[in-house]
Every structure is written in structure tokens, then in C-alpha cells.
């Protein structure tokens, strides 16, 4: 079945740690994202590429950092400069983010991380 | 600035009542809104709105757009407490060249039964 996988499903991080979430696509679409989930707050954007190679910040990107060297395949780390990072991290796709029809965003199942 | 503001941000009403959620926005060279549910984890899509005016429905959901006052309403008709869920309103946002999708804080649903 076609799909996003994120991982893991929970992590927990000690302060100053760098972690790394993983977000992979089986559906060929072109554009993915990341976002961050925080109660009340909705879904943020934190990063975002249009393809291989090539990726743009978001609104809150400031601690973050991605990268995008195959199609399928879109890795979020959070870094220690990142103040805040207990949230929900959602991972999405979408088969292109600039035609009418093509918006539409298939999501992951999440990965909450937790700083201890 | 790009924004996406949705009301009410909480809602509790009674099973069998009808909720319409609002979503507002400002974007650079609209294109398209879309709606999402949000039960649990992933946020599942509903709809998506190109033109003013033109409903879309499915079952008891169905929502409009108005591209002149820049706004969406999606309605629920007869809830139930499966109903309950955040619901999302989003739009594709352009940023230099390339799109990025802005979502709104949501509105928290919940169905008493």
C-alpha cells in the first residue's frame, strides 16, 4: 500500500542531543514537508521541499535542518539550538505543491518527541 | 503576511446539532483551501475548494468558498460523536518559487452524546 512512514513513533531526547526523525513516501510525489504540532497552536511549517536537492524554510524553522537526497526520503533533525522541541512532528506529501489538484497532503502518523 | 485564521477555536455541542466551522484567509495568489480531519494523528482529507460558490458535499459534511469575502465554512449536519476531531483549513501559500501549504490553529470539535 501506498503511503508515508514516519519514525519513530516516540522519542525521547536529553537535553543538547541532536535527534533525527525519519519520513519516507511510496507515492512519487514530488513535494514533501514537515510540521509542527503544538496544543492549540495547529500545524506549523517548518521545512519544505519541491524536489531533490532542494528544499526552503518554513516559519519556524530556526533549530531544524533537512535534507532531501532522494525523492522518496525526507529526514528532519532537530538540533539542540531548537528551544522548545517537545511537540508532535507530522510529515506529509503532496504530488506537486504548485497545481490546483495536485495540494492535496497525504500525512504520516506522526512522531512525538519528548526532551527530558 | 501569509495567515489562515479559523473560529471557533473550541466547540461542544450535542449530538444531532449543526455546526458550521469558519475559515478565513490572506494569501498570495490564492489558488485553493482545503479542509482536513484530525482524529487522532494523521489529518485526513475532506475537501478541496477552487470556486467560489460551489458546494461540496459528502454525507453530512459539505462546505463553500467565497473567494470575493476570503472565507470557507465547512458544515456538519446531524453530528455524531465520531464527528469529534480537530478540523484543519489550509492554502497553498506561493513563497518565492516555490508553494508552501499554511495551515490554520483548527477548531477543536467535540460531540457530546
Known amino acids: 500500500d501506498g503511503g508515508i512512514t514516519q519514525s519513530p513513533k516516540y522519542l525521547f531526547r536529553k537535553e543538547g542531543q541532536n535527534v533525527t526523525l525519519s519520513c519516507e513516501q511510496n507515492l512519487n510525489h514530488d513535494a514533501m514537508y514537515w510540521y509542527r504540532q503544538d496544543p492549540g497552536q495547529g500545524l506549523r511549517l517548518i521545512y519544505y521541499s519541491q524536489i531533490v536537492n532542494d528544499f526552503q524554510k518554513g516559519d519556524i524553522a530556526e533549530g531544524y535542518s533537512v535534507s532531501r537526497e532522494k525523492k522518496e526520503s525526507f529526514p528532519l533533525t532537530v538540533t539542540s539550538a531548537q528551544k522548545n522541541p517537545t511537540a508532535f512532528y507530522l510529515c506529509?506529501?503532496?504530488?506537486?505543491?504548485?497545481?490546483?489538484?495536485?495540494?492535496?497532503?497525504?500525512f504520516g502518523a506522526g512522531s512525538r518527541l519528548t526532551v527530558l | 503576511e501569509d495567515k489562515v485564521v479559523q473560529s471557533p477555536l473550541s466547540l461542544v455541542v450535542h449530538e444531532g446539532d449543526t455546526v458550521t466551522l469558519n475559515c478565513s484567509y490572506e494569501?498570495?495568489?490564492?489558488?485553493?483551501l482545503l479542509w482536513y480531519k484530525q482524529e487522532k494523528k494523521a489529518p485526513t482529507f475532506l475537501f478541496m475548494l477552487?470556486?467560489?460558490?460551489i458546494e461540496k458535499k459528502s454525507g453530512r459534511l459539505s462546505s463553500i468558498l467565497d473567494k470575493k469575502e476570503l472565507f470557507s465554512i465547512l458544515n456538519i449536519t446531524a453530528t455524531q460523536t465520531g464527528d469529534s476531531a480537530v478540523y484543519l483549513c489550509?492554502?497553498?501559500?506561493?513563497?518565492?518559487?516555490?508553494?508552501?501549504?499554511?495551515f490554520g490553529k483548527g477548531t477543536r470539535l467535540h460531540i457530546l452524546p
Open positions: 489550509a492554502v497553498p501559500a506561493e513563497a518565492n518559487r516555490d508553494d508552501k501549504i499554511i
Open positions: 506529509a506529501s503532496s504530488p506537486s505543491a504548485r497545481f490546483p489538484g495536485a495540494n492535496v497532503l497525504t
Open positions: 477552487t470556486s467560489s460558490g
Open positions: 494569501v498570495t495568489n490564492f489558488r485553493s
